[in-house]
């Protein structure tokens, strides 16, 4: 004897207070909200060990209009600040390297 399938009503979206609501619009946790808010940037940067950057990224990003070197559009910030945290920390590498007190036998 075959089983028939059970149809599935549509779900409803979940309910989200109002509160909460406009808050997970604003900060959706993803870095897909453009431009960012200081605080979430500050937080991001914080928790990668770069903290003082934070309003230099800003500052370089928000002069651009939060475009792209080459005039795209950013998506998504957070793959922003995380080449351009890396690309920092190679500068400062390289920087490192070329000082007089910079020594390979360590």
Same mark, same amino acid.
């Given at each position: $004897? ?6 599935? @009503? ?11 609501? *406009? @808050?997970?619009?604003? !900060?959706?946790? $993803?870095? *897909?909200? $453009? ?5 979430? @940037? ?6 990668? =060990?770069?903290?003082?950057?934070? &309003?230099?990224?800003?500052?370089? !990003? ?7 070197? *080459? =005039? =795209? ?14 690309? !920092?920390?190679? &500068?400062?590498?390289? $920087? ?9 036998? @360590?």
């Amino acid at each position: $004897m075959k089983r028939k399938a059970k149809r599935a @009503l549509p779900r409803e979206p979940n309910k989200v207070r109002e509160s909460s609501k *406009t @808050l997970t619009q604003i !900060h959706d946790g $993803m870095g *897909t909200s $453009m431009p960012p808010d200081k605080d979430v @940037l500050q937080i991001y940067f914080d928790q990668k =060990g770069e903290a003082e950057l934070t &309003e230099k990224f800003f500052n370089e !990003h928000d002069s651009r209009g939060w475009k792209t070197p *080459t =005039g =795209g559009t950013i998506y998504n910030w957070k793959v922003c600040a995380a080449e351009w945290i890396y690309n !920092h920390r190679q &500068e400062v590498k390289r $920087m490192f390297r070329q000082s007089p007190f910079y020594n390979e036998s @360590l």
